[in-house]
Protein backbone atom coordinates (compact mmCIF):
# COMPACT_ATOMS: atom_id res chain seq x y z
CA UNK A 1 0.00 0.00 0.00
CA UNK A 2 1.50 3.38 -0.94
CA UNK A 3 0.81 6.30 1.37
CA UNK A 4 -0.46 9.92 -0.16
CA UNK A 5 2.40 12.58 -0.05
CA UNK A 6 0.69 13.67 2.75
CA UNK A 7 1.21 11.11 4.92
CA UNK A 8 4.87 10.77 3.98
CA UNK A 9 5.22 14.83 4.86
CA UNK A 10 4.22 13.84 7.99
CA UNK A 11 6.49 10.98 8.01
CA UNK A 12 3.83 8.35 9.07
CA UNK A 13 4.90 4.80 8.79
CA UNK A 14 2.26 2.25 8.30
CA UNK A 15 2.13 -1.38 10.09
CA UNK A 16 -0.28 -3.75 8.56
CA UNK A 17 -3.15 -5.09 10.18
CA UNK A 18 -5.89 -7.63 9.68
CA UNK A 19 -8.66 -5.34 9.29
CA UNK A 20 -7.01 -2.34 8.94
CA UNK A 21 -3.33 -0.75 9.20
CA UNK A 22 -2.12 0.93 11.99
CA UNK A 23 -0.17 4.40 11.32
CA UNK A 24 2.68 6.07 13.21
CA UNK A 25 3.51 9.00 13.16
CA UNK A 26 6.65 10.16 15.09
CA UNK A 27 7.04 13.30 17.28
CA UNK A 28 9.14 15.49 15.21
CA UNK A 29 10.02 19.55 15.43
CA UNK A 30 7.58 19.42 11.39
CA UNK A 31 4.64 18.32 13.87
CA UNK A 32 5.01 20.59 16.48
CA UNK A 33 2.18 23.02 17.81
CA UNK A 34 3.02 24.83 20.77
CA UNK A 35 6.09 23.77 23.03
CA UNK A 36 6.32 19.72 23.87
CA UNK A 37 2.99 19.25 21.94
CA UNK A 38 1.49 17.70 19.09
CA UNK A 39 -0.35 20.33 16.53
CA UNK A 40 -3.52 19.60 15.95
CA UNK A 41 -3.02 19.70 12.02
CA UNK A 42 -0.54 16.76 12.47
CA UNK A 43 -2.92 14.78 14.17
CA UNK A 44 -6.32 15.36 12.52
CA UNK A 45 -4.03 14.37 9.42
CA UNK A 46 -3.25 11.08 11.33
CA UNK A 47 -6.69 10.86 11.84
CA UNK A 48 -7.70 11.08 8.33
CA UNK A 49 -4.90 9.13 6.88
CA UNK A 50 -5.75 6.16 8.98
CA UNK A 51 -9.33 6.56 7.79
CA UNK A 52 -8.25 6.55 3.98
CA UNK A 53 -6.15 3.35 4.32
CA UNK A 54 -8.61 1.42 6.03
CA UNK A 55 -11.16 2.34 3.87
CA UNK A 56 -8.97 1.40 1.18
CA UNK A 57 -7.88 -1.81 2.49
CA UNK A 58 -11.72 -2.23 3.03
CA UNK A 59 -12.52 -1.99 -0.66
CA UNK A 60 -10.01 -4.08 -1.74
CA UNK A 61 -11.52 -6.88 -0.35
CA UNK A 62 -14.28 -5.80 -2.15
CA UNK A 63 -13.08 -5.80 -5.48
CA UNK A 64 -11.29 -2.28 -5.10
CA UNK A 65 -12.73 1.59 -5.76
CA UNK A 66 -12.17 4.97 -5.39
CA UNK A 67 -13.64 7.54 -3.04
CA UNK A 68 -13.56 11.13 -2.45
CA UNK A 69 -14.12 12.52 1.28
CA UNK A 70 -17.81 14.30 1.97
CA UNK A 71 -16.93 15.38 5.52
CA UNK A 72 -14.62 14.75 8.41
CA UNK A 73 -15.16 16.06 12.36
CA UNK A 74 -12.35 15.15 14.65
CA UNK A 75 -12.90 15.33 18.67
CA UNK A 76 -9.12 16.49 20.47
CA UNK A 77 -9.31 14.64 24.00
CA UNK A 78 -6.07 15.32 25.19
CA UNK A 79 -2.94 16.89 24.22
CA UNK A 80 -0.46 14.80 22.17
CA UNK A 81 3.48 14.57 23.97
CA UNK A 82 6.70 14.48 22.47
CA UNK A 83 6.32 10.44 21.96
CA UNK A 84 5.25 8.32 18.82
CA UNK A 85 1.22 8.77 18.09
CA UNK A 86 -0.38 5.35 16.54
CA UNK A 87 -3.92 5.50 14.61
CA UNK A 88 -5.94 3.16 13.06
CA UNK A 89 -9.58 3.40 10.96
CA UNK A 90 -12.50 1.19 11.13
CA UNK A 91 -15.41 1.25 8.52
CA UNK A 92 -18.42 1.26 10.12
CA UNK A 93 -20.47 0.97 7.26
CA UNK A 94 -19.41 0.05 3.35
CA UNK A 95 -22.41 1.01 1.06
CA UNK A 96 -22.76 0.90 -2.62
CA UNK A 97 -22.27 5.09 -2.46
CA UNK A 98 -21.05 5.97 1.01
CA UNK A 99 -18.41 4.54 3.84
CA UNK A 100 -18.22 5.69 7.21
CA UNK A 101 -15.37 5.63 8.75
CA UNK A 102 -14.46 5.83 12.16
CA UNK A 103 -10.49 6.90 13.25
CA UNK A 104 -9.03 6.84 16.94
CA UNK A 105 -5.42 8.06 17.89
CA UNK A 106 -3.34 7.37 20.67
CA UNK A 107 0.13 7.20 22.43
CA UNK A 108 0.78 4.52 25.45
CA UNK A 109 -3.08 2.85 25.25
CA UNK A 110 -5.40 2.28 22.60
CA UNK A 111 -8.20 2.95 25.65
CA UNK A 112 -7.05 6.16 26.12
CA UNK A 113 -7.13 7.98 22.47
CA UNK A 114 -6.17 11.69 22.56
CA UNK A 115 -8.19 12.30 19.70
CA UNK A 116 -11.07 10.81 17.40
CA UNK A 117 -12.22 11.37 13.97
CA UNK A 118 -15.39 10.27 11.77
CA UNK A 119 -15.07 10.49 8.26
CA UNK A 120 -17.51 9.97 5.12
CA UNK A 121 -16.94 9.02 1.72
CA UNK A 122 -18.04 9.00 -1.60
CA UNK A 123 -17.15 5.97 -3.41
CA UNK A 124 -17.01 5.53 -6.94
CA UNK A 125 -17.05 2.05 -7.94
Same mark, same amino acid.
Given at each position: M???????????????? &?? #???????? $?? @??? +???? *???? =??????? &?? #???????? $?? @??? +???? *???? =?????????????????????????????????????D????????????????R
Open positions: SIPPYAALLGLRIEPG &ET #APTLVMPF $AM @DVV +GRPG *FLHG =GAIGGLL &EM #AAITALDQ $AL @DRE +GGGR *FKPI =GITVDYMRGGRDKPTHARGTVTRLGKRIANVEAIAWQDAGQPIAKARTNYLIL
